[in-house]
């Protein structure tokens, strides 16, 4: 899975959930293929030696991992979404598109940050308190605050927060 996900064909992920019994889709979303990092995915124990396919290795997609803005709804509660709608939230999200896996992973790391802080506005503090989960995310980072600024200029450069003020940023998303 992890080598699917961060080759050049990989593919766009669609979501669904269903009413068996009414044959009734509740909600379908899909999540680009650009908001995966080898973080998102576990791996479970292989099957047993009992098992049709012993040995073989599945894993789980961490779907908490994904940033809310990387979930595009078709289907919510039964409803169908206007395609115009869908089209601009995908559209919009495009200008997250990030070849890097690594800076993939940043983005989206300080992108969930953002996403906990329950405020529309914060502070460049605030955000400055997820130091130490991002440090265990990239032990190799040495320089974690001035690399949440370079994420947050860039989410402020493609439209997805605005820098209000001297250390205070408000969510556009």
Request: hydrophobic share 40%; net charge positive.
């Amino acid at each position: 899975m992890i080598s699917r996900i961060t080759s050049i064909q990989n593919p766009n992920f669609l979501f669904m959930n269903y009413q068996k019994e009414l044959m009734i889709v509740e909600n379908l979303v899909v999540v680009p293929k650009y908001f995966f990092v080898p973080s998102m995915i576990e791996k479970r124990k292989p099957l047993s030696d009992t098992a049709q396919r012993a040995g073989w290795i599945g894993c789980n997609i961490l779907l908490n991992t994904i940033p809310k803005q990387g979930f595009i709804k078709i289907i919510d509660n039964g409803e169908v979404i206007a395609k115009d709608k869908v089209i601009s939230q995908m559209l919009k999200i495009s200008n997250l598109k990030i070849l890097n896996i690594d800076c993939r992973g940043w983005l989206f790391d300080v992108l969930q940050c953002i996403n906990s802080i329950t405020k529309e506005e914060f502070t460049l503090d605030e955000i400055y308190q997820y130091e130490l989960i991002l440090k265990r995310k990239h032990p190799r980072n040495n320089n974690i605050k001035a690399k949440i600024r370079q994420q947050l200029q860039y989410l402020r450069d493609k439209g997805f927060l605005e820098f209000s003020q001297r250390g205070r940023y408000k969510k556009i998303i």
